[in-house]
């Protein structure tokens, strides 16, 4: 069945990686562009194409200037199940919202993308000679129109069973590209300073859409590590700090990461990464601080908390701690000043993070973090929770058969009170999320039996 044409109606082409942040990125930057979702716009699926109800272009073509998940946008004029139903389509469409790009002083081309299947030259041009019922009156120029059409056809997702003829079909007008290339442009592969750990670029950019980070915003990642997230959020226009409990990362000191490269150079520092990319006039300052005893006043501070915190597999969870924490039956040295390095279980990790987050956050700033979780063992009462923090989205990614990190995105609903009243939260809200404190030991539990049951069949 055709679609109805209705005012403000859009296309989007949408990348097809990254499948469980999509929705939650796009939903994101809407909200934060005057734009929403309606409930029967939630079921997308693994679908490259989504329909949109979008207020104008105008917050159409800001959508596409910040997200990495979608390609293209277009101004839909047409769309059916077949050939058939496509022409009735645009032949219902309104002439008068077609005419001011088909003048007789245009230029245009009509270009044809087709997913899961590869179309002949001759096939792509019988598609656009099938066209000639709209009322083009310009002059085709293929290589600089001033407007470019689209026919896109959607073959299904299975590239071993595609059908003779496409499932879907639309026509549209092409409004903007997303920005797909900030993952070449700032890949970790070219970055002047990076760890163990530095954090994929375009999952950097997911992070800060789905923390609607904006210009002039003050971002904060209290794991900052190589601060890989705070140059996507630069990079979009906020002023970023953080804070590590390494002292040789923060100030860029010891071994280095890369290959055939033993000690980290004098300019290899997160300040140094920024100015790699023109934006060190965002960067405040990064610190030498313990997550578990923030050092900061009361107050809110920080339009958004975007981080990624140590799960114990490349990196260690450690607090510093005084002497009396030692545990017993170690040897305690009195005259020591030395901090005390201990263990941070992977539970009162995320309850340090949700509490300063709903203590320093502005009233709607987001906290957008991973969570690591044992896949076999997972369910959705694990996902740590506060009273002044709402739940927005929850999307996994696979790390092995069995463990997986969840990107959780919270927003500040409630004005914190005081730091007692929420200490029984980690027991009462934290307690499903415990088990997981042995996060390492099962990540490695996990890949010791896949080799004993090789090594088994091996012998069999």
Same mark, same amino acid.
């Given at each position: 069945?055709?679609?109805?044409?209705?005012?403000?109606?859009?296309?989007?082409?949408?990348?097809?990686? +990254?499948?469980?942040?999509?929705? *939650?990125? %796009?939903?994101?930057?809407?909200?934060?562009?005057?734009?929403? =979702?309606?409930?029967?716009?939630?079921?997308?699926?693994?679908?490259?194409?989504? /329909?949109?109800?979008?207020?104008?272009?105008?917050?159409?073509?800001?959508?596409?200037?910040?997200?990495?998940?979608?390609?293209? #946008?277009?101004?839909?004029?047409?769309?059916?199940?077949?050939?058939?139903?496509?022409?009735?389509?645009?032949?219902?469409?309104?002439?008068?919202?077609?005419?001011?790009?088909? +003048?007789?002083?245009?230029?245009?081309? %009509?270009?044809?993308?087709?997913?899961?299947? @590869?179309?002949?030259?001759?096939?792509?041009?019988?598609? %656009?000679?099938?066209?000639?019922?709209?009322?083009?009156?310009?002059?085709?120029?293929?290589?600089?129109?001033?407007?470019?059409?689209?026919?896109?056809?959607?073959?299904?997702?299975?590239?071993?069973?595609?059908?003779?003829?496409?499932?879907? #079909?639309?026509?549209?007008?092409?409004?903007?590209?997303?920005?797909?290339?900030?993952?070449?442009?700032?890949?970790?592969?070219?970055?002047?300073?990076?760890?163990?750990?530095?954090?994929?670029?375009?999952?950097?950019?997911?992070?800060?859409? +789905?923390?609607?980070?904006?210009?002039?915003?003050?971002?904060?990642?209290?794991?900052?590590?190589?601060?890989?997230?705070?140059?996507?959020?630069?990079? =979009?226009?906020?002023?970023?700090? $953080? @804070?590590?409990?390494?002292?040789?990362?923060?100030?860029?000191?010891?071994?280095?990461?890369?290959?055939?490269?033993?000690?980290?150079?004098?300019?290899?520092? %997160?300040?140094?990464?920024?100015?790699?990319?023109?934006?060190?006039?965002?960067?405040?300052?990064?610190?030498?601080?313990?997550?578990?005893?923030?050092?900061?006043?009361? $107050?809110?501070?920080?339009?958004?908390?975007?981080?990624?915190?140590?799960?114990? #597999?490349?990196?260690?969870?450690?607090?510093?701690?005084?002497?009396?924490? /030692?545990?017993?039956?170690?040897?305690?040295?009195?005259?020591?000043?030395?901090?005390?390095?201990?263990?941070?279980?992977?539970?009162?990790?995320? =309850?340090?993070?949700?509490?300063?987050?709903?203590?320093?956050?502005?009233?709607?700033?987001?906290?957008?973090?991973?969570? *690591?979780?044992?896949?076999?063992?997972?369910?959705?009462?694990?996902?740590?929770?506060?009273?002044?923090?709402?739940?927005?989205?929850?999307?996994?990614?696979?790390?092995?058969?069995?463990?997986?990190?969840?990107? #959780?995105?919270?927003?500040?609903?409630?004005?914190?009170?005081?730091?007692?009243?929420?200490?029984?939260?980690?027991?009462?809200?934290?307690?499903?999320?415990?088990?997981?404190?042995? =996060?390492?030991?099962?990540?490695?539990?996990?890949? @010791?039996?896949?080799?004993?049951?090789?090594?088994?069949?091996?012998?069999?």
């Amino acid at each position: 069945m055709a679609l109805s044409c209705n005012l403000n109606r859009y296309l989007l082409l949408m990348a097809q990686e +990254h499948l469980e942040f999509r929705l *939650p990125e %796009i939903k994101s930057l809407l909200s934060l562009f005057g734009g929403q =979702f309606t409930s029967s716009q939630e079921s997308y699926g693994k679908s490259p194409f989504w /329909i949109l109800s979008i207020p104008s272009e105008d917050i159409a073509r800001k959508l596409m200037k910040r997200t990495v998940c979608a390609k293209s #946008i277009f101004e839909l004029w047409g769309h059916g199940k077949s050939t058939e139903e496509l022409y009735s389509s645009l032949k219902n469409y309104p002439v008068e919202k077609m005419v001011p790009f088909l +003048h007789p002083d245009s230029t245009y081309k %009509i270009q044809i993308h087709t997913f899961n299947k @590869t179309l002949t030259q001759e096939e792509k041009v019988k598609r %656009i000679d099938a066209l000639e019922f709209l009322p083009f009156e310009g002059k085709v120029n293929l290589k600089k129109p001033q407007h470019t059409f689209s026919v896109l056809e959607d073959y299904g997702l299975d590239p071993n069973c595609i059908p003779e003829k496409p499932h879907n #079909i639309y026509f549209g007008r092409w409004i903007a590209d997303g920005q797909r290339e900030l993952i070449q442009s700032y890949s970790v592969k070219k970055r002047h300073f990076i760890g163990n750990t530095s954090m994929d670029a375009g999952l950097s950019f997911i992070m800060a859409n +789905h923390g609607q980070v904006k210009e002039n915003d003050v971002v904060f990642d209290p794991f900052v590590g190589t601060g890989g997230l705070l140059i996507a959020s630069a990079r =979009f226009g906020a002023y970023v700090c $953080g @804070t590590d409990i390494d002292y040789n990362t923060v100030h860029g000191l010891g071994k280095a990461t890369r290959k055939n490269q033993k000690w980290r150079g004098p300019d290899e520092n %997160i300040r140094a990464n920024l100015r790699q990319y023109g934006l060190e006039k965002y960067y405040l300052d990064i610190l030498v601080s313990d997550a578990s005893k923030p050092s900061w006043r009361k $107050g809110t501070y920080f339009d958004a908390i975007i981080t990624d915190p140590p799960y114990g #597999i490349r990196e260690s969870t450690r607090r510093t701690g005084s002497q009396k924490e /030692i545990p017993k039956g170690m040897e305690k040295c009195p005259e020591s000043h030395v901090p005390v390095s201990l263990s941070y279980h992977l539970s009162d990790m995320f =309850f340090d993070l949700l509490n300063f987050a709903a203590e320093t956050l502005v009233l709607g700033g987001r906290l957008v973090y991973w969570l *690591p979780v044992y896949t076999p063992e997972y369910t959705e009462e694990m996902v740590p929770c506060h009273p002044c923090l709402r739940l927005i989205s929850n999307s996994e990614q696979k790390l092995s058969s069995h463990t997986s990190r969840r990107l #959780i995105t919270m927003e500040k609903v409630k004005t914190f009170e005081d730091r007692a009243q929420y200490s029984h939260l980690r027991s009462d809200h934290f307690l499903p999320y415990q088990g997981h404190n042995s =996060f390492r030991e099962k990540y490695f539990s996990g890949v @010791t039996k896949r080799i004993t049951k090789e090594e088994k069949s091996s012998q069999e």
